[in-house]
């Protein structure tokens, strides 16, 4: 029995008259798996219910943020409660101060935090302060990473070798992409060559310690290692985006497991725990220059409102006790250990890989350690995949260069029976 998906349709079709591609993010628009998004009408724990009254275990989880699962009571709770005593003040309040200790508690170079609302923000915010520090323009970014819409960030190489910035959006002048350099990932040679032939005018390199948007691609052997030493040659500040990874991989992010200390820190998503919540940080030195206690400006309307840092404070509360990210690294590796076993005994073209509650696949049977070797999957069999899960009620990322996510409240039964379903759309994707 195939699923309706009418009312999805009908709303998408009104959506289009008056948000742009009928959302409000390109991704969610499904345009990646050639199809229409469905709308959503509730979700609680792991699943999500569409407006048709269809049923699915969650593996996007808001795309990253819902970790404890959604509409988790506690949660819900905490908000009720700080609502009725005012949404937002424009105003230093106690609770920005917690989670900044919560928050610098558990990422290990992290001295000073602001808050802010999205990751571009953080993003675009650090690099500005990492460029008033150092007094040079130029940044090094990687092809594939993404590090939200800001114009500077919005770059693409050619092939994966190292070029100028080629701004990668209509409407973002040359000038503001101009001083973006990018590289391939993982590919360290090609860093040192771009630092050596830049030696006085890179400020930072900004990467995602463990991709998430080229599809989940791990840094090889020595890479993160090589970044930081080489940061420290040529004085370049080391930043680390963990809007996706941060809190989400573990505690103490990638840098905690790799035992790297970047000069900043980006975090999001999950710190936010839904609510739009976002933040950087890192080396006291480096902070102390942002306004107004310097005079890098950067500000935010909303910036760490009370019902936002409370979400974002009950979520940690959540994901610091005990069990919690032992559970979900288990759940996390348990599926992907079954979706490797399913494609295998198909004999699909397979990799997965996981981080605490992050993981990725690709069909893909070649190691996929850069963005051009990820586009090299098989989108295709990907797609045919996308839509056998939706049609079976698992809701997975409906682009094939994305990550996905399990939450606290994904049981070991959804586990299982996710990679029996998987076990049985792999079996007509041959
Ligand atoms: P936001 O501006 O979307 O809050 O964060 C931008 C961002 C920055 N850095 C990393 C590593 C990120 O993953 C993101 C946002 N991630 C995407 C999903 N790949 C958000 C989903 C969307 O764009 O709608």
């Known amino acids: 029995m195939t699923r309706?998906?009418?009312?999805?349709?009908?709303?998408?079709?009104?959506?289009?008259?008056?948000?742009?591609?009928?959302?409000?993010?390109?991704?969610?628009?499904?345009?990646?798996?050639?199809?229409?998004?469905?709308?959503?009408?509730?979700?609680?724990?792991?699943?999500?219910?569409?407006?048709?009254?269809?049923?699915?275990?969650?593996?996007?989880?808001?795309?990253?943020?819902?970790?404890?699962?959604?509409?988790?009571?506690?949660?819900?709770?905490?908000?009720?409660?700080?609502?009725?005593?005012?949404?937002?003040?424009?105003?230093?309040?106690?609770?920005?101060?917690?989670?900044?200790?919560?928050?610098?508690?558990?990422?290990?170079?992290?001295?000073?935090?602001?808050?802010?609302?999205?990751?571009?923000?953080?993003?675009?915010?650090?690099?500005?302060?990492?460029?008033?520090?150092?007094?040079?323009?130029?940044?090094?970014?990687?092809?594939?990473?993404?590090?939200?819409?800001?114009?500077?960030?919005?770059?693409?190489?050619?092939?994966?070798?190292?070029?100028?910035?080629?701004?990668?959006?209509?409407?973002?002048?040359?000038?503001?992409a101009s001083d973006t350099l990018t590289v391939a990932y993982n590919d360290l040679g090609a860093v040192a060559a771009m630092l050596e032939s830049n030696p006085d005018s890179i400020a930072a390199i900004i990467l995602e310690p463990i991709v998430g948007n080229s599809g989940f691609i791990r840094p090889v052997s020595g890479f993160l290692e090589g970044l930081r030493a080489l940061c420290d040659k040529f004085g370049a500040l080391l930043i680390f985006d963990e809007v996706m990874t941060g809190f989400r991989v573990g505690l103490r992010g990638v840098q905690g497991l790799y035992d790297i200390r970047p000069d900043l820190t980006c975090l999001g998503k999950v710190i936010g725990g839904g609510m739009p919540l976002a933040a950087y940080g890192g080396r006291r030195d480096i902070m102390a220059k942002v306004a107004p206690s310097g005079p890098v400006y950067q500000a935010g309307t909303l910036s760490g409102n009370p019902l936002a840092v409370t979400c974002g404070l009950k979520t940690l509360d959540i994901i610091s006790q005990k069990n919690f990210f032992p559970d979900l690294t288990r759940r996390t590796k348990t599926l992907v250990d079954g979706l490797k076993a399913a494609a295998k005994s198909h004999g699909l073209p397979f990799s997965a890989d996981c981080e605490g509650g992050m993981f990725g696949f690709f069909f893909n049977d070649k190691p996929v350690r850069n963005f051009a070797e990820a586009k090299t999957s098989n989108v295709p069999m990907f797609k045919k995949f996308f839509w056998g899960m939706m049609e079976n009620g698992v809701y997975l990322a409906p682009s094939p260069f994305e990550a996905g996510f399990v939450s606290g409240a994904h049981t070991d039964q959804e586990i299982a029976r996710t990679i029996e379903i998987a076990d049985r759309v792999m079996k007509g994707c041959r």
């Open 4 to 176: 309706s998906w009418q009312t999805s349709k009908l709303m998408f079709s009104e959506a289009v008259k008056v948000i742009p591609g009928g959302v409000n993010s390109p991704v969610r628009a499904f345009k990646s798996v050639d199809g229409e998004p469905i709308f959503i009408k509730r979700a609680v724990g792991s699943k999500l219910w569409d407006v048709d009254g269809n049923e699915y275990i969650d593996y996007v989880g808001s795309w990253g943020p819902a970790i404890v699962g959604h509409a988790h009571p506690d949660v819900v709770k905490a908000i009720s409660e700080t609502a009725a005593n005012g949404i937002s003040f424009g105003a230093p309040t106690e609770l920005e101060t917690t989670l900044a200790l919560a928050v610098i508690a558990h990422v290990p170079s992290m001295d000073m935090v602001r808050f802010v609302s999205s990751g571009t923000e953080a993003c675009m915010s650090v690099l500005r302060v990492a460029r008033a520090f150092t007094g040079r323009s130029r940044i090094i970014k990687f092809e594939g990473c993404y590090h939200g819409h800001g114009d500077m960030l919005l770059v693409k190489a050619g092939s994966g070798a190292a070029t100028l910035g080629v701004p990668d959006s209509p409407g973002v002048p040359p000038g503001a």
